[in-house]
């Protein structure tokens, strides 16, 4: 009975086996394509658009915003459609912008759909 036992679990778990590694390997590829997508042009170009609506002079010596990084550990899918982002401004993690992009249906371009500051960003960008 025990010998019959093992082998019935045995034989589950190697059942079992080949749709473990398809979830697994299906995450980690899931994951390459949402970073594919946060470094491509189309996506510099939508988060610079943003950085310039929140500061006109963003990315430039007279902005309050200087640099950004779009933090790849943060990328997820958003179920209403879209990518989640967390953009780090000026290298400072207190610096943060969340942010989904989603693409344009007519234009292809991708814009940004939801916005969330920090307390500290949003209090540099009001300083005069």
Not at 67 to 96: A, F, Q, V
Not at 98 to 125: C, V
């Amino acid at each position: 009975m025990n010998k019959r036992y093992s082998i019935v679990v045995i034989m589950v778990l190697l059942s079992l086996l080949p749709s473990g590694c398809r979830l697994i390997t299906g995450h980690s590829t899931n994951n390459q394509e949402m970073i594919e997508i946060a470094e491509s042009q189309k996506m510099k170009v939508a988060v610079e658009n943003l950085l310039n609506k929140l500061d006109p002079k963003a990315l430039t010596p007279e902005g309050k915003i200087k640099t950004y990084k779009i933090s790849k550990s943060d990328l997820d899918y958003n179920p209403m459609g879209g990518l989640m982002i967390k953009i780090i401004i000026n290298d400072n993690e207190d610096l943060l912008l969340n942010t989904t992009i989603q693409e344009d249906s007519t234009t292809g371009e991708y814009e940004e759909t939801y916005l969330s500051k920090t307390k500290e960003l949003n209090d540099l960008l009001t300083i005069q």
